[in-house]
């Protein structure tokens, strides 16, 4: 018992050869059985062959031109329908487009952007520098400047950072107690000229820098070749606030740098509660954060008074902000 294959499933642009071939025969006999184009149901289905008006039983040729037409103009009709419907999506979306500004801003310009390799750290650091017209933060943990990739990093620096000096803004730096002597740290406060200071304490954090409080950056892996851009303004505030928290217990490194206040008699510990002050933290929290204990606290505050002649807490808060003794310190 024989079978019949199947017929592959094609559309009307591929025609098959047995389709043509039977196609040609109902042309030119004027139609076929149906039970011929039984295995052929690509004819039926484009309408080139139609059931005859007066026989059931037979098929007819459709003309290949009226065909042709009405599988265009079906064509063009989904074509039309589709750009209808392109117009339509396009006048929803507009006013959420618009809405999306700032969500475009910040495709443009990410909160945080991560930055690999050597080269690009240091162009992406110095576009940022060239930008800086208030103060550049920076904490430099202790680094072999022996080696050649910190002898070069050194000497990118020197040039950009002289560039931000002459610009008329500053630049504070945390190191190291044990970086206090290095020759190369050294060579550089004695070559920068301008606003510059540098400060050290027993331990810092990892190495940070921060730009006029614009942007941020900060290591993303162990060996300083990936570094992270940070713009989100939370995150920027977050890392100068602790800088400075930290840069109020530092020690001066260099005395020639060093910006003295106006009034005398105001020691650095003193002026480190000063800061604290300012921000409004009650002396539990001053005495935390400077290591000391209340009562040690409150005799610095006291002092502190004295000096400028305060007479309550409020006015304390206003002297401090009017001597400038943390404007020139900081």
């Known amino acids: 018992m024989s079978t019949v294959a199947a017929h592959p499933e094609h559309g009307p642009e591929d025609p098959c050869p047995e389709g043509v071939e039977l196609y040609a025969r109902a042309l030119r006999e004027g139609g076929i059985d149906s039970r011929a184009a039984a295995a052929l149901p690509c004819l039926l289905g484009t309408g080139l062959l139609r059931p005859a008006a007066r026989d059931a039983a037979r098929l007819e040729p459709v003309p290949p031109a009226v065909v042709l037409h009405r599988m265009l103009r079906a064509t063009t009709d989904r074509v039309a329908h589709e750009r ?8 929803a979306f507009a006013p959420l487009l618009r ?3 700032r969500g475009a801003e910040a495709a443009e310009n990410p909160a945080i952007r991560v930055v690999s390799g050597t080269g690009p750290i240091n162009e992406a650091i110095s576009a940022a520098m ?3 017209v208030d103060e550049l933060l920076c904490v430099q943990p202790n680094v072999h400047y022996s080696d050649s990739r910190g002898a070069a990093a050194q000497a990118v620096a020197m040039s950009r950072d002289q560039a931000l000096l002459d610009r008329g803004a500053r630049i504070r730096t945390l190191y190291q107690h044990t970086q206090r002597h290095m020759p190369l740290v050294l060579a550089r406060y004695e070559q920068l000229s301008g606003d510059v200071e540098a400060r050290s304490l027993d331990e810092v954090t ?4 921060v730009a006029d409080r614009d942007v941020a950056f900060i290591p ?6 990936v570094a992270l851009e940070v713009r989100h303004p939370a995150l920027v505030e977050f890392f100068a606030s602790t800088f400075y928290r930290l840069w109020w217990q530092a020690t001066p490194m260099y005395p020639q740098t060093v910006h003295r206040p106006s009034l005398n008699g105001v020691t650095p510990r003193q002026r480190a509660i000063a800061g604290l002050l300012v921000e409004g933290h009650t002396d539990a929290v001053i005495a935390d954060r ?3 204990n209340i009562r040690t606290a ?4 006291a002092k502190l008074a004295t000096t400028l002649g305060s007479e309550s807490r409020a006015q ?3 002297l401090i902000g009017r001597s400038g003794i943390l404007d020139r310190g900081a």
């Open 290 to 292: 400077l290591g000391m």
């Open 206 to 209: 990892d190495r940070l820098i």
């Open 130 to 132: 060239t930008g800086v």
């Open 298 to 301: 409150r005799v610095h505050i």
């Open 220 to 225: 993303a892996d162990g060996d300083g070749t």
């Open 84 to 91: 209808r419907r392109e117009e339509r999506l396009a006048e």
């Open 99 to 101: 809405a999306d500004v």
């Open 316 to 318: 304390l808060g206003y």
